[in-house]
Nanobody, 121 residues
Framework: QVQLVESGGGLVQAGGSLRLSCAAS????????MAWFRQAPGKEREFVAR????????YYTDSVKGRFTISRDNAKNMVYLQMNSLKPEDTAVYSC??????????????WGQGTQVTVSS
Protein backbone atom coordinates (compact mmCIF):
# COMPACT_ATOMS: atom_id res chain seq x y z
CA GLN A 1 0.00 0.00 0.00
CA VAL A 2 1.40 3.36 -1.04
CA GLN A 3 1.91 5.89 1.72
CA LEU A 4 3.12 9.47 1.60
CA VAL A 5 3.79 10.97 5.01
CA GLU A 6 4.72 14.63 5.36
CA SER A 7 6.55 16.25 8.24
CA GLY A 8 8.43 19.43 9.04
CA GLY A 9 5.65 22.00 9.11
CA GLY A 10 5.36 24.59 11.83
CA LEU A 11 5.24 28.25 12.74
CA VAL A 12 7.96 30.55 11.44
CA GLN A 13 8.45 34.29 11.15
CA ALA A 14 8.47 36.01 7.79
CA GLY A 15 11.89 35.70 6.21
CA GLY A 16 12.57 32.40 7.93
CA SER A 17 13.04 28.91 6.56
CA LEU A 18 11.48 25.47 6.89
CA ARG A 19 12.21 22.13 5.29
CA LEU A 20 9.32 19.81 4.60
CA SER A 21 9.86 16.09 4.21
CA CYS A 22 7.76 13.45 2.49
CA ALA A 23 8.42 9.80 3.26
CA ALA A 24 7.26 7.65 0.34
CA SER A 25 6.67 3.92 0.70
CA UNK A 26 4.77 1.01 -0.78
CA UNK A 27 6.21 0.91 -4.28
CA UNK A 28 9.08 1.96 -6.52
CA UNK A 29 8.69 5.57 -7.56
CA UNK A 30 11.20 5.69 -10.42
CA UNK A 31 8.37 6.17 -12.96
CA UNK A 32 6.67 8.85 -10.91
CA UNK A 33 6.74 12.57 -10.51
CA MET A 34 6.60 13.78 -6.92
CA ALA A 35 5.07 17.14 -6.13
CA TRP A 36 4.18 19.53 -3.38
CA PHE A 37 0.82 21.27 -3.34
CA ARG A 38 -0.58 23.73 -0.85
CA GLN A 39 -4.00 24.91 0.21
CA ALA A 40 -4.64 28.07 2.18
CA PRO A 41 -7.89 28.63 4.10
CA GLY A 42 -10.70 29.56 1.73
CA LYS A 43 -8.57 28.98 -1.35
CA GLU A 44 -8.20 26.23 -3.89
CA ARG A 45 -5.30 23.83 -3.74
CA GLU A 46 -2.39 25.03 -5.84
CA PHE A 47 0.69 23.41 -7.31
CA VAL A 48 3.98 24.43 -5.72
CA ALA A 49 6.79 22.28 -7.13
CA ARG A 50 7.42 18.96 -8.87
CA UNK A 51 10.41 16.68 -9.37
CA UNK A 52 10.74 13.70 -11.67
CA UNK A 53 12.05 10.89 -9.53
CA UNK A 54 14.39 9.36 -12.10
CA UNK A 55 15.69 12.42 -13.96
CA UNK A 56 15.62 14.92 -11.11
CA UNK A 57 14.06 17.57 -13.37
CA UNK A 58 12.23 20.19 -11.36
CA TYR A 59 9.39 22.63 -11.95
CA TYR A 60 8.08 25.45 -9.77
CA THR A 61 5.16 27.78 -9.68
CA ASP A 62 6.28 31.35 -10.30
CA SER A 63 5.52 32.60 -6.80
CA VAL A 64 8.11 30.31 -5.19
CA LYS A 65 10.88 30.36 -7.80
CA GLY A 66 14.17 31.36 -6.21
CA ARG A 67 12.85 30.72 -2.70
CA PHE A 68 11.82 27.05 -2.64
CA THR A 69 13.82 24.01 -3.70
CA ILE A 70 12.40 20.54 -4.23
CA SER A 71 14.74 17.56 -4.01
CA ARG A 72 14.68 13.80 -3.49
CA ASP A 73 16.83 11.17 -1.87
CA ASN A 74 16.53 7.97 -3.86
CA ALA A 75 18.17 5.81 -1.23
CA LYS A 76 15.82 6.94 1.50
CA ASN A 77 12.69 7.33 -0.66
CA MET A 78 12.32 10.87 0.60
CA VAL A 79 11.20 14.08 -1.09
CA TYR A 80 12.00 17.45 0.41
CA LEU A 81 10.84 21.02 0.02
CA GLN A 82 13.31 23.58 1.30
CA MET A 83 11.48 26.86 1.82
CA ASN A 84 13.47 30.04 2.33
CA SER A 85 12.49 33.69 2.60
CA LEU A 86 9.04 32.66 3.70
CA LYS A 87 6.18 35.13 3.41
CA PRO A 88 2.82 35.26 5.22
CA GLU A 89 1.15 34.35 1.94
CA ASP A 90 2.98 31.01 2.01
CA THR A 91 0.79 29.99 4.95
CA ALA A 92 -1.09 26.83 3.97
CA VAL A 93 -1.38 23.10 4.43
CA TYR A 94 1.34 21.55 2.29
CA SER A 95 0.74 18.11 0.81
CA CYS A 96 3.01 15.67 -0.97
CA UNK A 97 1.66 13.86 -4.05
CA UNK A 98 2.82 11.26 -6.57
CA UNK A 99 1.84 10.89 -10.23
CA UNK A 100 2.54 7.97 -12.53
CA UNK A 101 4.20 9.61 -15.53
CA UNK A 102 2.97 7.15 -18.14
CA UNK A 103 -0.66 7.96 -17.37
CA UNK A 104 -2.01 10.72 -19.60
CA UNK A 105 -4.26 12.24 -16.95
CA UNK A 106 -2.95 15.26 -15.07
CA UNK A 107 -4.38 13.93 -11.83
CA UNK A 108 -2.07 12.74 -9.09
CA UNK A 109 -2.42 9.15 -7.94
CA UNK A 110 -1.40 9.34 -4.30
CA TRP A 111 -1.58 12.03 -1.64
CA GLY A 112 -0.27 12.56 1.84
CA GLN A 113 -2.28 13.95 4.72
CA GLY A 114 -0.60 17.35 4.72
CA THR A 115 1.43 19.43 7.13
CA GLN A 116 0.60 22.94 8.30
CA VAL A 117 2.96 25.80 7.56
CA THR A 118 2.21 29.13 9.22
CA VAL A 119 4.27 32.23 8.49
CA SER A 120 3.77 35.16 10.85
CA SER A 121 4.39 38.76 9.81
Amino acid sequence: QVQLVESGGGLVQAGGSLRLSCAASGRTFSSYAMAWFRQAPGKEREFVARIHWSSGNTYYTDSVKGRFTISRDNAKNMVYLQMNSLKPEDTAVYSCAAKYLARISTAYDYWGQGTQVTVSS
